[in-house]
């Protein structure tokens, strides 16, 4: 008698976890800021193909955060807050997961070399390869640096947007870059200090778990100098006006503050970690607010 | 004997009808949203070059 092990019935992956995989939250950051990017250049873009320029940039995120979900599945069954992804939740197979986002990098990178310029496609492609490969292949799991080199692959997309509708790079966009880039540490370290617990069952090096709270706490403060200086950059180069140089002032010094407050703390079991979740929620607003503050300030003094 | 002669065992388990339906029913819908992103693709592909036209006689 011949005995087969039958293989079970799986169901085709819905299109709702294909839209989850791309990591649509995140991306709301990223499309903003590349939004900032292109309307804060001083030419007048075609609104389809600034479309379509912002879509490749989103697409080229969602790519990004899909090929990520591919190579983390497995971190991503051990954290609270990631457990119910499509992949560690078994509602999808890697291999789709895969094929997706190879997909949506290619075709975002292409599209956005016909719709806006290959200098835009070229920079799209860096940011998606720098955020798969060498944040999550290769810094994420090795050590406590991950987001402070990986953080560039976030910074690219204002970048992008003025790539896209320029043809070439300046040194605004430059500085936006460094804006994100320096913010991304105090940003992810504050999430990190109360996930820490989270980060440290997946062994995953983020800084609290590596170094202590101690470390992670003064890291945080000393990060927010040189995040305070890109942010006053473009205002004491001239580069925009006092709106942006008022709005900059007034973010940035409640930025500091709460910096200061997280960084002076030390903490004991069961705390509520109120300050560094007051931190992490205001670091977002800020980018927001400095983003918005550069475009109107520019409309406004162009 | 279990298996027929000319018959191969199949490495698949065989849905039942309440499996078939909801295969059918997520092969349905992915088609459907593939069909709109298609129609949007293609709606976008013509708005480009209408764009990159218009530009190109401006120049």
């Known amino acids: 008698m011949t005995t087969t092990t039958a293989t079970p019935i799986t169901l085709p992956a819905d299109w709702r976890d294909f839209l989850a995989l791309t990591k649509p939250r995140v991306m709301t950051l990223v499309v903003f800021t590349g939004l900032c990017g292109m309307l804060a250049a001083p030419v007048a873009v075609d609104p389809v193909l600034g479309f379509t320029a912002i879509l490749c940039i989103a697409l080229g995120a969602g790519a990004a955060g899909a090929l990520n979900q591919w190579y983390e599945a497995d971190l991503d069954a051990m954290m609270k807050r990631t457990q119910r992804r499509p992949l560690p939740a078994g509602r999808m197979d890697r291999q789709s997961a895969l094929h997706f986002g190879v997909g949506l990098a290619t075709f975002s990178v292409i599209l956005m070399g016909l ?34 080199i990986g953080g560039a692959a976030g910074a690219f997309p204002p970048l992008i947007g003025w790539a896209a509708a320029t043809g070439h790079v300046a040194a605004l966009p430059v500085l936006l870059f460094a804006l994100v880039f320096l913010w991304t540490p105090p940003h992810f370290w504050a999430l990190a200090l109360f996930m820490k617990s989270d980060y ?12 202590g709270e101690r470390a992670t706490r003064i890291q945080i403060g000393l990060y927010t100098i040189p ?8 205002w004491a180069l001239g580069l925009t006006g006092m709106l942006y140089g008022g709005v900059v002032a007034v973010a940035t010094l409640v930025f500091a503050a709460l910096a200061v407050q997280v960084s002076l703390r030390s903490t004991g079991a069961g705390d509520a970690m109120r300050p560094e979740k007051q931190l992490f929620a205001w670091s977002v607003l800020y980018l927001f607010i400095l983003f918005s503050a550069v475009v109107i300030d520019r409309w406004v003094f162009a | 004997m279990n298996q027929p002669d000319d018959a191969s065992p199949s490495p698949w388990q065989k849905p039942t009808p309440a499996q078939s339906e909801a295969i059918r029913k997520r092969q349905r819908s992915r088609s459907i949203v593939m069909a709109v992103l298609l129609g949007a693709f293609v709606v976008l592909m013509f708005g480009i070059s209408i764009a990159k036209i218009k530009a190109g006689m401006a120049h």
């Open chain 1, 227 to 234: 995040m305070a200086i890109a942010a006053l950059a473009p």
């Open chain 1, 115 to 148: 719709a806006a310029n290959l200098l835009a496609a070229g920079i799209l492609a860096v940011s998606i390869l720098f955020y798969v490969l060498v944040y999550t292949v290769w810094l994420k799991r090795r050590t406590p640096q991950n987001i402070v």
């Open chain 1, 200 to 211: 440290a069952a997946a062994g995953v090096p983020m800084m609290p778990v590596v170094a």
